[in-house]
């Protein structure tokens, strides 16, 4: 039988504290929406103070819009010394919310009792119960966060613990050990969770940070030791190092722990939900992220790739469609024939290892990596390589020459302007354009010589350009490398260019960008019969 695995997500409160994100109203609810679709158990909206407008339209933004299955929770602290729980202002805030949950946080550190509040140790105690208890008499279900309890446990245990049962007493659904430092090693975590274990009859939960690295191992240690609660984020945001990442923590507990964590099936939404938040917050989606980043399940050093052919096990920890990713099979200066042969087996299905032609592709392609081309990202310039070597190429675009001329005026305005001849499918074409700068004014020449396939080029957009210089000591002499993603309605492919000349560079990705567009556009049978 499973083990059930509460899942409490705080990526709307936690998460928005990470340097770099910030989420409007809008994003948290856009977000919520997909958390509770995930199956997510609790979604901490934030802390919903006077001094923050965007958490309190949040959470009434929330009152009009029920989730289906996630327990919206208000997040806050316990009540000030000075106050009783019914006249505190942060708990009338918080029930003002109207979540079903409260979540708030006091002090198991005696430390941050003595040196941050400022009060007596009794006063904490005081704190903590009473305003549970007043929580729970308006009829929440009550969460208490033992705020930095790993490090209050090694430097004073025995009131770490009075801190535990003061919230039991108080009420308490849920106790949740917070390794609010993020600084407690596996043993010290087992250590903790063991002694909390022994004074609480309520489910406990684990919160831990990643400032050692070991958030999503500590939230782990904790379930084994009897936690039926995990706290973390999406994509690990938090403050300083971040939090621990459901992205991981969720996919463990579900594939290697045999625990359930979300809603049946639901594993599967993970990789395109970390995406998703990751785009709402505009910032870049870590790559090599476990489970659900790019590189999760990328094989590049040909042992690997042969290996991965024949036996997905060999290097796959869990199949990727159980997250929600794919498999990519990269091929560089590190490939082997294998990789070449399962790069090539759509276009090319007769083809074999032993084959001389896999054999020239794989050469070309190390002599051209060495000379700073590199084809991991560039899978279109990979394969109208592969169609050249093994005569299988008849070109669109023929290059005869290009001119490119930038103005800088006296007034400060700069034009660009690009001279191109070209030959396409065999006729001349000599155009010439303007743009936004010499790569632009190149794309709106070559385009403009290529009119005849209007249709086709009106679907194909270039989404992003990066220059990466290869020898920095060379100085304004170093040679560059020019990456370009292109799409369609349908498709990405990128495409490489490699040169001491960024202009030239540019170009050998630019018509390696259209070029496969266009004939990718004709392998589906469109316009075959304008071909010479």
């Known amino acids: ?35 509770d679709e995930m199956g997510i158990d609790y979604i901490e909206g934030g802390w919903p103070n006077p001094t923050n407008p965007r958490d309190l339209e ?33 708990l009338e ?56 309890y790993f490090d209050g446990y090694r430097g004073n245990p025995k009131y770490a613990l009075e801190t535990l049962r003061a919230a039991q007493e108080g009420g308490a659904d849920w106790v949740v050990l917070c390794d609010t430092n993020g600084g407690s090693l596996l043993n010290q975590v087992e250590e903790g969770v063991k002694a909390a274990k022994e004074v609480l009859s309520v489910p406990f939960g684990m919160h831990m940070h990643n400032d050692s ?79 659900v980043g790019a590189a999760a399940f990328s094989h590049k050093a040909g042992m690997h790739i042969d290996g991965i052919v024949k036996e997905r096990r060999s290097f796959e920890h869990v199949p990727p469609e159980s997250v929600g990713n794919h498999r990519e099979l990269l091929v560089s200066d590190q490939a082997g024939t294998r990789a070449v042969v399962e790069m090539l087996k759509d276009e090319f299905p007769e083809l074999e290892k032993g084959d001389p032609g896999v054999r020239k592709v794989l050469e070309a392609l190390k002599k051209l990596e060495h000379q700073g081309w590199q084809f991991e990202a560039a899978d279109a310039s990979f394969k109208l390589l592969a169609r050249k070597i093994l005569k299988s190429y008849n070109p669109i675009i023929e ?16 034009d660009c302007e690009a001279v191109l001849k070209v030959r396409v499918n065999g006729r001349p074409q000599y155009t010439a354009a303007t743009g936004d700068g010499p790569v632009n004014a190149l794309d709106n020449a070559l385009r403009k010589a290529l009119g005849e396939f209007e249709e086709e080029l009106g679907r194909i957009a270039l989404t992003d350009y990066k220059v990466r210089v290869l020898d920095e000591k060379s100085a304004t002499a170093a040679r560059v490398r020019v990456l370009i993603d292109t799409k369609d309605e349908e498709d990405r492919w990128g495409t490489v ?30 316009r075959l019969e304008e071909r010479p």
């Not at 929770?73 to 505190?88: C, H, I, Q, Y």
């Not at 463990?252 to 639901?266: A, D, H, P, S, Y």
């Not at 260019?497 to 469109?526: H, R």
Request: glycine share 8%.
């Open 213 to 291: 690295g070991l958030a999503v191992a500590g939230t782990l240690a904790g379930v084994m030791a009897g936690a039926t609660q995990v706290q973390g984020t999406i994509n690990g945001y938090g403050e300083r190092c971040g939090n621990a990442n459901l992205c991981t923590v969720i996919p463990i507990l579900e594939l290697k722990m045999g625990c359930r964590c979300i809603g049946e099936g639901k594993l599967r939404q993970i990789a395109e939900l970390s995406r998703y938040v990751a785009e709402l917050a505009n910032v870049a989606h870590e790559e090599r992220q476990p489970f």
């Open 399 to 414: 290059l005869e020459r290009f001119r490119v001329l930038v103005e800088k005026r006296a007034d400060g305005e700069t």
């Open 1 to 35: 039988m499973e083990k059930r695995i509460a899942s409490y997500d705080t990526t709307l409160r936690d998460g928005c504290q990470a340097r770099g994100i910030s989420l409007s109203a809008e994003d948290k609810w856009r977000i919520s929406q997909r958390l």
């Open 497 to 526: 260019g490699a040169s001491e000349n960024i202009i030239e560079a540019s170009w050998q990705a630019l018509v390696d960008s259209i070029e496969y567009g266009l004939q990718k556009a004709m392998a589906k049978g469109k």
């Open 58 to 90: 949040f959470f009434e933004r929330a009152r009009r819009g029920a989730l289906k299955h996630s327990k919206l929770t208000a997040f806050g602290s316990t009540r000030r010394a000075d106050n009783p729980p019914e006249k505190d202002p942060v």
């Open 93 to 148: 805030t918080l029930l003002r919310a109207e979540a079903p949950v409260v979540a708030i946080f006091g002090k198991s550190w005696d430390l941050h009792v003595q040196k941050v509040l400022k009060v007596s140790p009794a006063e904490n105690l005081a704190m903590i119960e009473s305003s549970v208890r007043h929580l729970k008499e308006a009829g929440r279900e009550v969460v208490f966060d033992a705020e930095h």
